[in-house]
């Protein structure tokens, strides 16, 4: 089995920073394509942010200039900072993950989420 814990959630003032990571764990050959959506209340999950394992990086419109996605490929773990925040970011974060298993068949795994609450 495969597990995505996410940490680093919380509440922010406009304008404050902070940084969510995600590390998988278990039954890992390797970790692929690895993200972060978002979903506010009442709306859908949207993407955020994702990163392959060779370092490209893809950003919603929204986030660009004012979020950094990275990964660590020997901890198989995702990080975003998120700088310059704004109250429209409020939402639960989850993390996505593409992972080759060690029978090397590929499944997508989803974090618990995290709150992000950024007040005004």
């Known amino acids: 089995q495969v597990q995505l814990v996410e940490s680093g959630g919380g509440l922010v003032q406009t304008g404050g920073s902070l940084r969510l990571s995600c590390a998988a764990s278990g039954s890992i050959f390797s970790a692929n394509a690895m993200g972060w ?4 209340p009442g709306q859908q999950r949207e993407l955020v942010a ?8 893809n950003y919603a419109d929204s986030v660009k200039g004012r979020f950094t996605i990275s990964r660590d490929n020997a901890k198989n773990t995702v990080y975003l900072q998120m700088n310059s925040l ?5 939402a639960v974060y989850y993390c ?6 060690r029978n090397y ?9 995290t709150q992000v609450t950024v007040s005004s």
């Open 37 to 40: 959506y978002r979903q506010a």
């Open 50 to 57: 994702a990163i392959t394992s060779g370092g490209s990086t």
């Open 86 to 90: 704004k109250p429209e970011d409020t």
């Open 96 to 101: 996505h993950a593409e992972i080759t298993r």
């Open 105 to 113: 068949v590929k499944y997508d795994y989803w974090g618990q989420g």
